[in-house]
């Protein structure tokens, strides 16, 4: 099955207040023409509190991030996903869950970066993001360097980045990239079979082909 047949999906428009309560626009010509009059994502315009947010880049349909939101309930967790469907059905799982301590953000990944506050994340999951190596789907890549600059710029020290995907040659591209940088540490690289709650995994998993993940930290600036 062709990688995009996995986005086609029958959803329904959640209800309004869910909507409301889960969800936060920002459009791609307003973070472009105007960024600085839309709000920060942040805890405090998020949730009303301060403290760090988890942030899963290409949260897809939101079966992993409700997961951990039920899971973690004091922490505070952000989805940032570009696809409408995925983004109502995560909604809709959310709304379901009943949980209280997620967002999803409906935005390009690589421009809504700029409005996270520095050192305001513990957290950064990255699971099956589209494999981008040939140039034309350059522009969707998820773990650009311009992506990895931002990222080690709104974590704090010794937080977790989480790589995830199917796909052998992007792997191997992202890892070295993530290993030719000075701002992440390695702490783990596996091969397995691991289950898992997305649709991605689960599909690929079930046809033999294994998850291969990256885990690296932080490094702290006084490191540096």
Same mark, same amino acid.
């Given at each position: 099955?062709?990688?995009?047949?996995?986005?086609?999906?029958?959803?329904?428009?959640?209800?309004?207040?869910?909507?409301?309560?889960?969800?936060?626009?920002?459009?791609?010509?307003?973070?472009?023409?105007?960024?600085?009059?839309?709000?920060?994502?942040?805890?405090?315009?998020?949730?009303?509190?301060?403290?760090?947010?988890?942030? %899963? $880049?290409? &949260?897809?349909?939101?079966?992993?991030?409700? /997961?951990?939101?039920?899971?973690?309930? +004091?922490? *505070?967790?952000?989805?940032?996903?570009?696809?409408?469907?995925?983004?109502?059905?995560?909604?809709?799982?959310?709304?379901?869950?009943?949980?209280?301590?997620?967002?999803?953000?409906?935005?390009?990944?690589?421009?809504?970066?700029?409005?996270?506050?520095?050192?305001?994340?513990?957290?950064?999951?990255?699971?099956?993001?589209?494999?981008?190596?040939?140039?034309?789907?350059?522009?969707? %890549? $998820?773990? &650009?360097?311009?992506?990895?600059?931002?990222? /080690?710029?709104?974590?704090?020290?010794? +937080?977790? *980045?989480?790589?995830?995907?199917?796909?052998?040659?992007?792997?191997?591209?992202?890892?070295?990239?993530?290993?030719?940088?000075?701002?992440?540490?390695?702490?783990?690289?596996?091969?397995?079979?691991?289950?898992?709650?997305?649709?991605?995994?689960?599909?690929?998993?079930?046809?033999?082909?294994?998850?291969?993940?990256?885990?690296?930290?932080?490094?702290?600036?006084?490191?540096?």
């Amino acid at each position: 099955m062709p990688r995009l047949k996995l986005k086609r999906f029958r959803i329904r428009q959640p209800r309004p207040e869910a909507l409301a309560r889960y969800l936060r626009v920002y459009a791609s010509e307003d973070l472009y023409r105007q960024p600085e009059a839309l709000p920060s994502l942040s805890a405090r315009e998020l949730f009303g509190r301060d403290a760090l947010l988890a942030l %899963d $880049l290409g &949260s897809g349909r939101g079966e992993y991030l409700v /997961a951990q939101a039920q899971a973690q309930p +004091a922490r *505070l967790f952000v989805g940032i996903e570009i696809h409408w469907k995925s983004i109502w059905d995560a909604v809709n799982r959310a709304d379901a869950a009943g949980v209280e301590n997620v967002r999803f953000i409906r935005a390009d990944v690589r421009r809504v970066l700029a409005k996270v506050p520095d050192e305001s994340v513990d957290e950064v999951t990255v699971l099956f993001p589209p494999p981008a190596l040939v140039r034309k789907r350059r522009g969707q %890549d $998820l773990l &650009s360097e311009a992506v990895l600059e931002h990222l /080690a710029r709104v974590m704090v020290d010794g +937080a977790p *980045l989480r790589f995830v995907t199917d796909h052998p040659d992007y792997f191997a591209h992202k890892v070295a990239l993530i290993r030719s940088g000075e701002f992440f540490e390695e702490v783990a690289l596996v091969q397995d079979f691991e289950g898992g709650l997305t649709r991605f995994q689960q599909f690929w998993e079930s046809r033999a082909i294994p998850s291969l993940r990256f885990e690296a930290v932080r490094v702290p600036r006084s490191a540096r």
